[in-house]
Every structure is written in structure tokens, then in C-alpha cells.
């Protein structure tokens, strides 16, 4: 059992480097919802998963996705906040 944890762990630690190097920043706005998806992750002790710019309500805000780990081996936990692009 601690074999197949220590690999899960291992493989989720690999996928989600993988996915941070896949994300590319563009100029303008896109950059920044990068930027501020990277300090709510450093806040929530995650991982940066998505960072993506959406129009809600007719205003431009940032929608960032983090995986948080999970307690006891459990799987990480999705968190997703919307904040203004300012």
C-alpha cells in the first residue's frame, strides 16, 4: 500500500509539473491572470492548475483554478476563485 501512495504520489507530483510547463503566458491580460493565479496558489499552499480570463456580468475577471493536496494520501482538492483582472 505504501509502494502504490508513494508511486500516486510520484506520477500527480510529474503531472502537475507537466502542466505548469504546458501553460503559456500571452501578452495583455492572460499574463496577468497567470501572475495572480500563482500568488493565490503560493497563498493556498497549491498548485497552480488553470488561469484564464472570462467576462462576467460585463466585467473582465480571472478565473484560477488551484490544486490544494489533499489530507491522509487523499487526492488534491480543486479550488477555483474568480477575481477581478485589474
Do not use: W
Not at 510529474?14 to 495572480?36: R, W
Not at 462576467?56 to 483582472?85: F, N, Y
Amino acid at each position: 500500500m505504501n509502494l502504490r501512495r508513494a508511486l500516486s504520489r510520484s506520477f500527480l507530483s510529474a503531472f502537475f509539473a507537466a502542466t505548469l510547463l504546458a501553460v503559456q503566458t500571452v501578452p495583455g491580460s492572460a499574463a496577468d491572470c497567470y501572475g495572480i493565479g500563482q500568488q493565490i496558489a503560493a497563498q493556498d499552499g497549491g498548485t497552480l492548475a488553470k488561469a484564464n480570463e472570462a467576462q462576467r456580468g460585463g466585467q473582465t475577471v480571472c478565473v484560477i483554478v488551484v490544486l490544494v493536496p489533499g489530507k491522509d494520501g487523499q487526492r488534491p482538492r480543486r479550488q477555483e476563485h474568480v477575481v477581478p483582472a485589474d
